[in-house]
């Protein structure tokens, strides 16, 4: 009787967990899911929820922009509100409500057609642009820029670039279409900064490590002598006169 019992009871066993493999089998999560799916909600500053642009003004402002609006419940920077006077960018804007050092922040993004934008972070403002001092996630129509605009671009300046600093490792870039949703993520230490895209992980650097400050010194930021030296900061969304849609932006501090 006891061996029977021992038998039943492995036999039970054993189907409980084929089943739970097939379970898991039936769900699969990229690692850029798992991760944010498993952070507590409360962990999570809401940048934007889709209803309100409070915290956001324009770089060196005191009010936001009026291209910038919510539409669906989603950022955008309507270039139809620019003016004759005003139509090559430059209205950045910025959360201002905090600086943040150490984070992760996840976001949602969408571009037309030959778009460009960037986020920036450790944004200090002053009397020269944000991007001339802050590191930038670099945002692009990858597929269709070059062709529209009659240009070729470098590596560093496309998706999911530090932009003028480290590229993306194209076998783990997934590059969508204008105007389909992108997930970015931008998860920065000072011990190891690393860039997202689409829940797959496209380069790691250390900052301001010997081989980040070669890469400054002989490259787009020789001369400009403040790029990187700010270690906390606004976060700032890039006006690179194209339409941008952005939701569900969100910062968690490390």
């Known amino acids: 009787m006891k061996h029977l019992f021992f038998t039943l009871s492995f036999s039970i066993f054993l189907l409980a967990s084929c089943k739970h493999k097939e379970d898991k089998k039936q769900t699969p999560l990229t690692q850029e899911t798992t991760d944010v799916s498993q952070t507590k909600e409360s962990d999570w500053i809401h940048l934007f929820d889709g209803t309100s642009t409070k915290g956001w003004r324009a770089y060196n402002g005191e009010s936001l922009p009026s291209g910038w609006v919510i539409k669906n419940g989603e950022l955008t920077f309507d270039t139809e509100k620019r003016t004759e006077a005003n139509r090559k960018g430059g209205k950045d804007i910025v959360y201002a409500a905090e600086e943040f050092d150490n984070f992760e922040l ?4 969408k571009i037309p057609e030959g778009g460009n ?15 001339e001092v802050s590191p930038e996630y670099q945002m692009l129509d990858d597929l269709k820029w070059e062709k529209i ?23 783990q870039k997934i590059v969508k279409p204008a ?29 301001w490590s010997e081989d980040w400050e070669t890469r400054k010194k002989t490259g787009k930021w020789k001369d400009s002598p403040k790029y990187g030296t700010f270690k906390s900061g606004y976060i700032a969304i890039q006006d690179h006169d194209s339409p941008l849609w952005l939701r569900n932006i969100k910062i968690r501090k490390l």
């Open 149 to 171: 605009n009659n240009a070729t671009l470098e590596e560093w300046q496309k998706t999911g670039a530090d932009y003028a600093m480290y590229v993306p490792d194209l076998s």
């Open 117 to 131: 934008s960037g986020l920036m972070y450790h944004v200090k403002e002053g009397d020269w642009p944000p991007y």
């Open 106 to 109: 996840y976001w949602e993004w």
């Open 179 to 207: 105007m389909e949703w992108n997930t970015s993520r931008i998860i920065f230490t000072a011990e190891k900064v690393e860039h997202w895209l689409n829940g797959k992980k496209l380069l790691e650097f250390v900052p």
